[in-house]
């Protein structure tokens, strides 16, 4: 049986994702914490997962390429595109993980939404499947529970900036 890619622009995914969180920094802070390399190598991964490499090119077009490495030394080489750049309250892009060809596994757009709370920033991350291609399950499947152990790196990471 071969599956076949499939496209969910304009339609829904199961594993599309809303997540919502009160973060304990200044929104202008978080904000820079989404979009410098200096501060996402410390909490753009699940754990136990690391980003030893990342670059970023913060601008509609511009390219943010990342590395995660599992505790066994796997590497896995992402990519997103800015379609976005709206500072300091909201971020679009559209990441893939490729396969070993370079054709992505799949297409995901992710939008951040950052609300000024003072000394606190309500955090909306949505990811919407546009493209899901074969091999992609086992990232999908992983996104929900990464993405909240990303979040969480995220939160902890905050704290040790003050």
């Known amino acids: 049986m071969t599956i076949e890619t499939a496209n969910f622009e ?3 995914h199961p594993k599309d994702l809303v997540l919502k969180r009160t973060l304990k920094a200044p929104r202008a802070l978080v904000f820079e914490t989404f979009t410098r390399a200096e501060h996402l190598v410390h909490w753009w991964a699940p754990k136990p997962f690391t980003t030893p490499k990342c670059e970023v090119d913060l601008k509609p077009g511009g390219l943010w390429r990342y590395t995660f490495r599992s505790p066994e ?3 896995h080489d992402c990519e997103a595109v800015y379609r976005e750049v709206d500072p300091p309250r909201k971020l679009v892009m559209e990441s893939f993980v490729p396969d070993p060809t370079g054709k992505p596994f799949f297409v995901i757009r ?5 609300e000024d709370r003072g000394k606190e920033t309500g955090l909306v991350l949505e ?3 546009l493209q899901a291609n074969p ?4 990232f999908l499947g992983g996104m929900a529970q990464g993405t909240n152990g ?3 790196n995220l939160e902890e ?3 040790r900036l003050k």
């Open 10 to 12: 304009g339609k829904a």
């Open 73 to 75: 030394g796997v590497t």
């Open 110 to 114: 992710q939008t951040i939404i950052l």
């Open 127 to 129: 990811f919407k499947v």
């Open 135 to 138: 091999g992609s399950e086992p």
């Open 150 to 152: 990303t979040l969480d």
């Open 157 to 159: 990471y905050l704290i």
